[in-house]
T-cell receptor, first 116, second 114 residues
């Protein structure tokens, strides 16, 4: 069964460093998303991406964050200058349908980002 | 702003019991509601999606209902098994925004004991 994959599974970085989290969405999907979950807290929406542009972003997704689909298969999240509070599990998701009523999102296993 | 709440926060039941998990949301203007399962340290597995025009969806031992006007959904698990132990999350997609954003609940941590 097709699935969303993410690399790396765990990333440790120093505060102020740039990180790139990578995702390979399900191949025929059109919509791509990033969410994050700080330990013990709710899963929070960061950004959605469709047709090579951001379709929606949250207040968390400030200028430090960017997303890119550099080729036909990868979808990346870049954090330019990491802060301690960026430590979280980052989930990539994708969905197929253009019908807003039926747009089941499928999630990857996550990348645990630890900022020291 | 959409707020999603799940009750109870944690639940422990003996194997074989039927159980109900609750999800409530403040804004009834939703496109759909999705139930997920999350195992410790792992990703989210989609269990069921209910469109706003539907009242329920079934998958195996799982049945999810939706009452949009009252802002409630329930996930019914029949004949629970130890393998059902996980955190169950509900998430709603609102009509505004245009980006298919999901707003998640707080989760119910389920433990099914032998």
């Amino acid at each position: 069964e097709p699935e969303v994959t993410q690399t790396p599974s765990h990333q440790v970085t120093q505060m102020g460093q740039e990180v790139i989290l990578r995702c390979v969405p399900i191949s025929n999907h059109l919509y791509f998303y990033w969410y994050r979950q700080i330990l013990g807290q709710k899963v929070e929406f960061l950004v959605s991406f469709y047709n090579n542009e951001i379709s929606e972003k949250s207040e968390i997704f400030d200028d430090q964050f960017s997303v890119e689909r550099p080729d036909g298969s990868n979808f990346t999240l870049k954090i330019r200058s990491t802060k301690l509070e960026d430590s979280a599990m980052y989930f990539c998701a994708s969905s197929e349908s253009q019908d807003p009523g039926y747009n089941e999102q499928f999630f990857g296993p996550g990348t645990r980002l630890t900022v020291l | 702003k959409q707020e999603v709440t799940q009750i109870p926060a944690a639940l422990s039941v003996p194997e074989g019991e039927n159980l109900v998990l609750n999800c409530s949301f403040t804004d009834s203007a939703i496109y759909n509601l999705q139930w997920f399962r999350q195992d410790p340290g792992k990703g989210l597995t989609s269990l069921l999606l209910i469109q706003s025009s539907q009242r329920e969806q079934t998958s195996g031992r799982l049945n999810a209902s939706l009452d949009k006007s009252s802002g409630r959904s329930t996930l019914y698990i029949a004949a629970s098994q130890p393998g059902d132990s996980a955190t169950y999350l509900c998430a709603v997609k609102v009509l505004t925004g245009g980006g298919n954003k999901l707003t998640f609940g707080t989760g119910t941590q389920l433990k099914v004991e032998l």
